[in-house]
């Protein structure tokens, strides 16, 4: 089983959008896949309550604070049960603000996405995030999310210069970019993915794009 930890220190940068709609695409190429929620604000589980389908399924990994942690770790116990279960691959959905939670995360995952918004004050943030990633020596790569579309033919200017700072930083990078699209938000209203509700368009082909590099990175 592969456990891919998706983590971010800055809130707003589309962790769970991109842990739900990775987690069906994953399950319509028939690879067994799960999410853990692990925010506090649960919009995974939230998004599992209005879904009508069984799969992918979404379990809860939240320890409220102020309860005693449990010796064996909620993240680990639930890792070990999807591997049981016999999933291929296990999707971490972490909280923001949360850098303990977040190097659980990422020393359990055999791979990390980090995704952040192609704007200065996102980029310079997740300097946190990576120094959490450097100590557990998990392999990641940034994603950038929520990009503003295209003009004409070449990459959006923002998502351009953002690509550039942060590949002139030997930071590793999806090539893909995940563009700010109505049918993300749209998908995710009756417990559907974007693969699912429309699964011709360009914000499809963009998860397929996420989809396949991360398995390319896994092997």
């Not at 959008?17 to 799960?34: E, G, K, N, P």
């Not at 943030?125 to 033919?153: Q, W, Y």
Request: charge should be negative; aromatic fraction near 4%; glycine fraction near 6%.
């Amino acid at each position: 089983m592969k456990k891919v930890a998706i983590l971010a220190q800055k809130g707003g940068a589309g962790k769970t959008t991109i842990a739900i709609h990775l987690s069906v695409l994953a399950m319509q190429r028939d690879i067994a896949s799960c999410v853990i929620d692990c925010d506090p604000q649960q919009s995974a589980l939230g998004w599992y309550e209005e879904r009508e389908d069984s799969d992918p399924p979404v379990v809860d990994g939240h320890q409220p604070s102020g309860r005693r942690p449990d010796k064996t770790g909620t993240l680990a116990r639930l890792l070990r049960v999807a591997e049981m279960d016999e999933y291929d691959l296990t999707i971490i959905d972490t909280a923001p603000h949360a850098a303990e939670a977040i190097g659980e995360a990422a020393r359990a995952a055999d791979f990390c996405i980090v995704p952040c918004r192609p704007a200065i004050l996102d980029l310079k943030a997740i300097s946190k995030t990576i120094e959490i990633l450097s100590v557990s020596d998990t392999p990641f790569a940034v994603l950038l999310n929520s990009c503003p579309p295209k003009r004409g033919v070449g990459e959006n200017s923002m998502v351009k210069e953002s690509r550039d700072l942060l590949l002139g930083q030997d930071i590793p990078l999806f090539k893909t970019a995940v563009t700010q699209r109505a049918a993300f938000s749209h998908a995710l209203i009756d417990g559907r993915a974007v693969t699912e509700f429309a699964p011709d368009s360009p914000a499809a082909d963009e998860i397929g794009g996420v989809l396949n590099e991360l398995l390319e990175f896994m092997k």
